[in-house]
């Protein structure tokens, strides 16, 4: 299952969310909640402790994307916090979604809450930032 919904990134053996980008640097932010063993060299930025790294120095650097079924229709699906996920309608049906009661119209797309057990053939797409940059940047 995907735990964070965003780009994140791995440095030094710790779990990081990417920040902005700067002439081959890239801000770490620190997840909230989670206890870091290094502080060194971080900055408070109003609610947000960030440091900027070398992506050369990088461990990784990605996002996870969640697809899964509902009903026999395409979804994309996040988790929430209170366990329950929160499901994008990516079909093209517009009868379809208003049926079976998900939110929305066809300009800005359906939604619904779901329960995990309710989804069907949940796949996890990774999006491999740090590969992409070393091809156009290598050495």
Known sequence: ???????VIEYRGETYFAGAQ???RIWIVQIPGE???NDEGFEQREEIRRKLVPISELDAWYRDEMTAKWRGRPFVVHPNRDGTMGADYVGPSQVWAEDNGLDGDP?????KVLDP???EDV???RIDYLARWK???PG
């Open 22 to 24: 700067d002439q081959g």
């Open 117 to 119: 057990a309710e989804l």
């Open 1 to 7: 299952m995907v735990r964070h919904t965003r780009e």
């Open 107 to 111: 300009y800005n797309g359906y939604h």
């Open 123 to 125: 796949q996890v797409n």
């Open 35 to 37: 206890a870091y063993a």
């Open 135 to 137: 091809e156009k940047n």
